[in-house]
């Protein structure tokens, strides 16, 4: 059974002759465990695509089933709570509270979410270890480079078990050499721990760490694409796909 479905997801911003058309009738799935690129020109609606599915903005037209829960029938307090158990979210740009420490800021899905403050940290210092950050514990975001702090923003998505991680250009702001580790990352999570992963990417030799490659353009789905893993034959083709669309 498909962790992720969309049935003919559609989101329509602005109206009458303003009216754009940013997703159109998008159907896909992502499977538990998988690990799912999506990529397309800008503006094609990637972005758009990973705000419908983590709950983040509604449908126009459409559904979006997340472990069998139909996120367009959920109140926004429903939605909330699906959200901060069921979701973790991976930025370009971190969104790392800055005046917390790396422990802090990884706790603070849970203590949102009622857990107390010992059992919140206890799980946020353990999942910063299986980061490679447990000498980075007291360290605020200032005091890290950029590729530990999203090592740090990986860990705050995973501290609740979710079963989907969304990743929105999780590399862009980093460079090869960073980029390649957090790809690497999240290629680790989704075969050792099981979670989903759909990521947007604008790099193919980012998008070749996935299992599956979707690619969207003005809002549809064109094309798809399985990979096998080996390396730079597949960010090969990948670029071959992207020059093709």
Avoid at 41 to 58: A, F, Q, V, W
Avoid at 61 to 79: A, I, P
Avoid at 101 to 107: F, G, I, K, P, S
Avoid at 203 to 226: C, H, M, N, Q, S
Wanted: include cysteine; glycine fraction near 10%.
């Amino acid at each position: 059974m498909s962790l992720v479905q969309t049935e003919n997801l559609t989101k329509v911003y602005g109206k009458g002759d303003t009216a754009v058309t940013a997703l159109d009738h998008v159907n896909l799935t992502v499977n538990p465990g998988e690990f799912v690129a999506v990529m397309g020109p800008s503006g094609c609606g990637k972005s758009t695509l990973l705000h419908l599915i983590g709950g983040l903005d509604r449908a126009t037209e459409g559904r979006v089933l997340l472990g069998g829960h139909d996120l367009s029938r959920l109140d926004d307090v429903k939605l909330t709570e699906l959200r901060r158990r069921q979701i973790g979210f991976v930025f370009q740009f971190y969104n790392l509270i800055p005046v917390l420490d790396a422990v802090e800021n990884v706790a603070l899905p849970l203590v949102l979410d009622g857990v107390k403050q010992n059992t919140a940290r206890a799980k946020a210092t353990a999942w910063l270890q299986k980061m490679g950050l447990g000498d980075r514990l007291a360290n605020r975001p200032d005091h890290l480079s950029g590729g530990q702090q999203q090592r740090v923003a990986i860990a705050r998505a995973l501290v609740a078990e979710p079963a989907l991680v969304l990743a929105d250009e999780p590399t862009g702001n980093l460079d090869t050499r960073a980029g390649d580790e957090i790809a690497s990352l999240l290629r680790q999570i989704a075969d050792d721990w099981g979670r989903a992963i759909l990521m947007v990417t604008h790099d193919p030799r980012i998008a070749a760490y996935a299992d599956r490659i979707i690619f969207l353009k003005d809002g549809r789905v064109v094309d798809e694409t399985r990979l096998s893993g080996n390396g730079t034959d597949e960010t090969k083709r990948v670029m071959a796909k992207m020059e093709a669309i």
